[in-house]
């Protein structure tokens, strides 16, 4: 997963056809994801998890390919359970200290029980 600061974030220019900012209250069943590079879900507040639930449905049922990105309120106590749900970006909130937050992604190795970026659960994987 790539963390970047939220100054490095740009919103998509208006008439932009690539990138979607997907609503929190939005059906991804509902997209149209053709020509789609990129679809931003943002995190109003940290105990809104709905953009969890989108990503991964975008990335296990839907198959999308592209970016899915994290914005708003993202806390590096939630990267790795991002990651798992299929978010390949997340844009951190002013202050909060890049390092802090690749130390939080590299605590984890690996995960018994499959996600949305490796389905496979590990004991597939041994045998």
């Given amino acids: ?21 997907l ?14 590079e990129r679809i931003d879900l943002h995190f109003p507040k940290f105990t809104d998890g709905r953009a ?26 939630q990267l790795v359970q991002m990651q798992r749900c299929g978010f390949d970006v997340a844009v951190l909130r002013e202050g909060v200290d890049m390092a802090d937050a690749q130390r939080q992604l590299d605590r984890f190795h690996g995960f018994y029980q499959g996600d949305a970026v490796h389905p496979a659960p590990h004991f597939a994987k041994a045998a």
Avoid: W, Y
């Fill in 1 to 21: 997963m790539k963390i970047i600061p939220a100054h490095e974030h740009q919103t998509p220019a208006e008439g932009q056809t690539r990138i979607l900012v």
């Fill in 23 to 36: 609503a929190n209250d939005a059906d991804p069943f509902t997209l149209d994801l053709a020509g789609l």
């Fill in 52 to 77: 969890f639930s989108q990503a991964r449905l975008l990335r296990q049922r839907l198959g999308f390919k592209g970016e899915i990105r994290a914005t708003g309120d993202v806390l590096i106590d």
